[in-house]
């Protein structure tokens, strides 16, 4: 496939970054998962969100949230709040647990986030908006970046306004999600929404929604002009798709993935489960990740109901094995 053009890097503070993220996703981006992302290159990748309420009680499931894997590097945890004051003491705790980078978050759609004017229930008040970025900002000197929606719904679609409040106030890079609060996950991301963003402000701009392949990735890059796109649910059971993405963008050389290579990856995301949460956790947080990778392939019908009755990891990986072994 030709393309257009070469994507750029991205410069957040002295951080030089390749131009395709993985989105921050609660109960799956958590280290394990982006441990093995890594495997195939380097992507920036962001945390699941951390509600500042939690981190400033310093709940310990909160705080193993912002673990990273060794050698992560940049460390960028999100954050999530509708208090400037809880916000900017989060900043602190997450500094001083080894964040590099920054993000907040004011485009969760879900109901226990946006009653507590948080997530995307920032988009309908400007003023809180404002000061809830501007105090993040001043509680560090780590640069601080934005991921939102377009607006709340279709009668309040003030992304641009937002972005420029951020950019105001010193926010080093813009995430948007195509769509508003209202529509959660339907219907489709609208890029060129995103592309009137990355004409409002100078701070570069990353695409998310919607995007699963090198055809849409450059479609929104391109109905976008954004500097870079953000991959979510495509990369769930496809952890190599953020770095495909990237070495295509930035070389336009694309890598497949052999069958064999996609059980090693699973075999290593189960261990590095089990040394995250502990076996009795890793056997059930994994079989949500087993059936994403067996999506699409011939018996995976049979894979998902052994997986959800293994007792161990161990189990589970022999049914891996045999299940990869009969895709070949
Ligand atoms: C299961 C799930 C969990 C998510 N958790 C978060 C989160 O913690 N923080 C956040 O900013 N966005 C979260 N998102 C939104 C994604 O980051 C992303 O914006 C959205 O899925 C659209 O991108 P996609 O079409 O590539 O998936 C989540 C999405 C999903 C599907």
């Known amino acids: 496939m030709s393309m257009n053009r070469i994507i750029p890097s991205i410069k957040i503070g002295a951080h030089v970054l390749p131009p395709v993220f993985l989105a921050p996703m609660a109960g799956i981006t958590d280290a394990a998962f982006r441990e093995t992302v890594s495997d195939f290159g380097y992507v920036p990748m962001i945390t699941e969100m951390v509600t500042s309420e939690a981190c400033v009680r310093k709940n310990p499931k909160t705080?193993?949230?912002m673990d990273f894997y060794q050698g992560e590097s940049p460390k960028i945890v999100q954050l999530v709040g509708g208090t400037?004051?809880?916000m900017a003491e989060a900043v602190k705790i997450s500094a001083d647990h080894g964040a590099d980078i920054l993000n907040i978050n004011m485009g969760c759609p879900m109901k226990k986030i946006v009653h507590g004017e948080a997530g995307a229930a920032l988009m309908r008040d400007h003023n809180l908006?404002?000061?809830?970025?501007h105090a993040v900002v001043r509680a560090t000197s780590l640069p601080v970046t934005l991921k939102m929606r377009l607006g709340w719904d279709t009668h309040q679609k003030n992304a641009l306004e937002i972005a420029r409040i951020a950019e105001e106030v010193g926010i080093s890079l813009i995430i948007v999600h195509g769509r508003t609060r209202s529509q959660f996950y339907t219907g489709m991301a609208d890029w060129e929404a995103v592309g009137e963003v990355k004409k409002s402000v100078r701070i570069p701009v990353i695409?998310?929604?919607?995007?699963?392949?090198t055809a849409t990735a450059m479609a929104a890059l391109n109905a976008s002009c954004a500097d870079g796109i953000m991959v979510g649910r495509a990369a769930l059971g496809a952890p190599w798709l953020p770095c495909q993405l990237?070495?295509?963008l930035t070389t336009e050389v694309l890598v497949e993935q052999h069958p064999l290579m996609i059980q090693q990856t699973v075999i290593r995301h189960l261990d590095r489960m089990v040394a995250f949460y502990g076996q009795e956790r890793a056997v059930c947080i994994s079989?949500?990740?087993m059936c994403w990778y067996s999506k699409g392939l011939e018996k995976a019908a049979t894979f998902r109901t052994h997986v959800n009755k293994a007792l161990s990891i161990q189990e589970i990986k022999q049914y891996v094995e045999e299940f990869m072994h009969e895709q070949q």
């Open 63 to 65: 705080l193993r949230m």
């Open 84 to 86: 400037p004051e809880r």
């Open 129 to 133: 908006a404002k000061k809830i970025l």
């Open 207 to 213: 695409v998310n929604g919607d995007i699963k392949n």
């Open 246 to 248: 990237a070495s295509f």
């Open 287 to 289: 079989r949500k990740h």
